[in-house]
């Protein structure tokens, strides 16, 4: 069963941001930590950041000092913001649990050089 929905992916170029969000399950949300992963061409899924119910953020070592992670538990959503995009960002972005359940549709996001 997927749980989460996720906005705001698009074509940017190299060095501009976009801002990613997701709508968690509305009673199950706030108890768990959250996470934003991505599948690039050809890849597996790989953490891009995860976020507790408390606050408390990791990052991937590709995204830290570029992306940041926070959630907003009475709205029951995710945001990533992605700044200094890369064209080794682009892919498919998920949100899911950490660690993370069933996969969602994604956003694509693409950056172009």
């Known amino acids: 069963q997927v749980q989460f929905v996720e906005s705001g992916g698009g074509l940017v170029q190299a060095g501009e941001s976009l801002k990613l969000s997701c709508e968690g399950p509305e009673k199950t949300f706030n108890l768990d930590s959250v996470g934003w992963y991505r599948q690039g061409p050809g890849k597996n899924y790989e953490l891009v950041a995860a976020?507790?119910?408390?606050?408390?953020?990791t990052y991937g070592e590709a995204v830290k000092g570029r992306f940041t992670i926070s959630r907003d538990n009475a709205k029951k959503t995710v945001t990533l913001q992605m700044d200094s995009l890369k064209v080794e960002d682009t892919g498919l972005y998920y949100c899911?649990?950490?660690?993370?359940?069933?996969w969602g549709q994604g956003t694509q996001v693409t950056v172009s050089p």
């Open positions: 899911n649990w950490y660690p993370p359940g069933n």
């Open positions: 976020v507790s119910i408390m606050g408390s953020t």
